[in-house]
């Protein structure tokens, strides 16, 4: 008539997740049921799939072997106290006498108190209904877990009968309720009954009764009887109950498939499940609760918080590499620094009280003083404690408070000038800006050439003056006049793209000029290990090994030093220095115009503050920590204490080199100008194919009969004493043959003033070909 035990463990894990206790000590006497029934087996793994687990075993010998029970069960508790501080007991197995003395003694040790949390299995909460008012009132706020059973028609008849003959036999008791052992035990007649009556006069065997037994399908009243490998097969349906006074209320239903709920028909849509993925959300119990001792307005922490009796005992480093974190003032014994104020705030702002704590100078290094916490010399560790996967099993961390990774500091040395006025444009940007400037002075040539007197040279002199023609425009200094509307357009949008790199231009190189420039010697740990440079780090730190094993350099090539001589590159002769990363902003704080430092491309876990294995302490001051970052108060604490000198600034780089401009951000504006260019210069060339078509008019058609040219007086141009008449090519090719003449001065001249300034008969008329 045994149930399967896998589902209560189950509902004991998912009852100490929902509270979030993390560590547990299980209690149980040493027989047969809580030896070798499998249940403490069970339950090590149901607490592992939540995040658990048993920090302590406390083993009661059997009750009817002891002569003074009583102190057994103090030597018990005096050795569990120096062994763990966690206070959530699960208590899976006991004798009824070993049980009363059990909760006897544990209140007498303090046990039974506040953030003390107590938890029985079915086995012993079955007793609950039968147990005097003297023994369950000292179980108050204890929680147990209970097989629930439906209340029928069945039961009511049967319940009637108890009582009766109970209150016969017990007349001082009050509580008369028959519990899960009397209806399993009036179950398991009935099984017996039904199977002999199947058999009938066939009864011929023990194993013919046995298999008629393992048949039976019935409902009774402790649930369906049905077996299946030598057990019940129906999983029971479990409550979980608190022992309130010299009673208990029923609070949460516990469901297989489902965690807790607030009623049993989760599956008919009639109730709230409200742990849905198998107890893995945490949240509590939905009835209220009463806990051991006098707690109220939060639950338990399962934990031996702090008194005034038995204050936390934190350890604190005495040699930091920074004292602005933490430091032991001369003759005082109360540590001050950045990491004082920030446990100051937090403790401020939880929602129960901490007393004041005992803290103790720590001088070792700071794995010993991570290990102290493992060992439980101290409870806590406050301080710049970088977060490590290796620490972190051995101590309970809170959430970072200051980030943190490997930061390189190198010298600075001054950057030559000699050419910094080539540095305000990438080279990508002069060489694209000069194939612009190239590209704009042939559109220029092409288009002012055929009509412009200041581009009637010779060839060799053409492009020299369209090459200054441009060239001088970057200075707005072009002095020739431009004929062609299309030139026009391409030199505004050209005049608009030099002002724009002239600005520009201006302005980077005015600020690389205007501050120090300076340039870190290395900038790079490779060349520092393949040059076989020395570099150094701090002495008690775990960046030596880091340097060694993970970045590869040698261990004779890494020079220590400690908090007395922090960084003396000459004195300890080395290249640079490798420190974590809240230490390189503090360095540079005080030498940022001499020293700068990388970026962190290699991170660690941050500084935190280290709490013992389980420690509910640790998850609060998480929070906390949180919630100073959210508000800015933690950048607050920064500000009282990490004050630049010297001029530094936390919000400028050390380093003001500022990059050169790239072709990036003149992409677009150049390839405007090229597109315009490009299209005044298709413009311009589709014109003249156009004007280049071959004539083939006589003569006669030339003059009118009046002797009047019918395309009017032609324009003259003179140079010297001679006279030239400009007139259409007849062909491309003649377009482009241009008389070779030195000078392009020549002058235009109106019809009335040239013929009076000459002789008339000395004009020579030119004629068209």
């Known amino acids: 008539m045994a149930s399967d035990g896998s589902e209560q463990m189950r509902c004991i894990a998912d009852l100490v997740h929902s509270y979030n206790w993390r560590r547990v000590v299980v209690v149980y006497e040493d027989d047969v049921f809580g030896r070798e029934s499998g249940n403490l087996a069970l339950l090590t793994e149901a607490l592992k799939e939540v995040g658990s687990e048993i920090d302590y075993r406390l083993v009661l010998p059997q009750f009817s072997f002891l002569t003074d029970p009583k102190d057994v069960v103090q030597d018990e508790f005096i050795k569990l106290q120096k062994q763990t501080e966690s206070r959530v007991f699960i208590v899976l197995q006991s004798s009824l006498p070993m049980l009363t003395n059990l909760f006897g003694e544990a209140k007498k040790a303090g046990l039974v108190g506040n953030d003390s949390v107590w938890i029985v299995a079915n086995s012993i909460t079955s007793f609950l209904d039968s147990l005097d008012n003297s023994v369950i009132s000292s179980m108050e706020g204890t929680l147990g877990i209970k097989t629930y059973y439906s209340s029928n028609r069945s039961y009511k008849k049967f319940e009637a009968l108890f009582q009766k003959i109970f209150k016969s036999e017990y007349v001082d008791e009050n509580n008369f309720q028959p519990g899960i052992q009397a209806l399993r035990a009036y179950d398991s007649i009935g099984v017996i009954t039904q199977a002999i009556e199947k058999l009938g006069s066939y009864t011929t065997s023990p194993k013919m009764i046995l298999n008629s037994l393992l048949e039976s399908d019935f409902i009774g009243l402790s649930g369906r009887i049905r077996f299946k490998d030598g057990m019940l097969s129906d999983a029971p349906t479990l409550r979980v109950v608190n022992v309130v006074g010299k009673k208990y209320e029923e609070l949460d239903f516990w469901l297989p498939n489902c965690g807790f709920s607030d009623t049993l028909y989760v599956e008919e849509d009639k109730g709230r499940c409200r742990n849905s993925d198998g107890g893995k959300t945490s949240g509590g119990l939905a009835g209220p609760v009463i806990w051991p001792g006098d707690l109220t307005g939060r639950d338990p922490k399962g934990w031996a918080m702090p008194s005034a009796e038995k204050p936390l005992k934190i350890v604190v480093p005495k040699k930091t590499l920074d004292n602005m974190f933490v430091a032991f003032p001369t003759g005082e014994e109360r540590p001050v620094g950045f990491c004082i104020d920030l446990f100051n705030e937090i403790v401020s702002r939880l929602n129960y009280s901490i007393p004041p704590p005992v803290f103790v100078g720590f001088d070792g290094l700071y794995d010993d003083l991570v290990e102290s916490v493992h060992n439980k010399t101290y409870d806590a560790a406050i301080g710049d404690i970088t977060i490590l996967s290796e620490r972190a099993e051995l101590v309970e961390f809170t959430q970072p408070y200051a980030e943190s990774g490997l930061s390189m500091i190198v010298p ?358």
């Open 412 to 769: 600075l040395k001054t950057e030559d000038t000699t050419w910094i006025f080539l540095k305000p444009f990438g080279l990508d940007m002069w060489i694209v800006s000069g194939a612009l400037l190239i590209y704009t002075m042939l559109i220029i040539w092409f288009l002012e050439h055929q009509t412009n007197p200041e581009f009637s040279v010779p060839w060799k002199y053409q492009f020299g003056t369209a090459l200054w023609f441009t060239f001088s425009t970057l200075f707005f200094a072009q002095r020739e006049r431009l004929h062609g509307s299309l030139t026009r357009v391409v030199v505004i949008v050209w005049l608009f793209v030099v002002f724009i790199l002239t600005s520009s231009y201006t302005a980077s190189l005015t600020s690389k000029l205007t501050v120090q420039r300076m340039e870190p010697i290395f900038s790079e740990f490779e060349k520092l290990k393949n040059d076989k440079l020395n570099v150094g780090c701090e002495n008690d730190s775990f960046i030596r090994k880091y340097l060694e094993d993970v970045l590869g350099f040698e261990k004779d090539k890494i020079k220590l030093f400690n908090h007395e001589n922090f960084v003396k590159f000459e004195k300890d002769n080395i290249s640079a220095a490798f420190v974590e990363l809240p230490y390189g902003k503090l360095f540079l704080d005080r030498y940022c115009k001499s020293y700068t430092s990388t970026r962190s491309t290699y991170r660690f876990g941050g500084f935190g503050f280290a709490f013992q294995k389980g420690s509910p302490i640790a998850a609060d001051f998480s929070r906390e920590i949180l919630s100073l970052s959210e508000d800015g108060n933690i950048t607050k604490l920064e500000e009282k204490w990490f004050v630049p000198l010297n001029g530094c600034s936390r919000n400028s780089t050390t380093n003001n080199n500022a990059e050169s401009l790239s072709l990036r951000s003149f992409k677009g504006i150049y390839i405007v100008s090229t597109a315009i260019s490009a299209i005044c210069f298709l413009l311009s060339l589709i014109r003249l194919l156009r004007n280049s078509r071959p004539h083939q008019e006589p003569d006669d058609d030339i003059l009118s009969p009046g002797g009047k040219s019918g395309f009017g007086t032609p324009e003259k141009f003179y140079y010297g004493e001679q006279t030239r008449v400009l007139r259409r090519a007849s062909t491309f090719a003649q377009a482009l043959d241009k008389d070779e003449r030195g000078s392009p001065k020549w002058e235009c001249a109106s019809n009335s003033d040239n013929f009076e300034s000459l002789d008339r008969n000395a004009i020579i008329s030119t004629t068209y070909d």
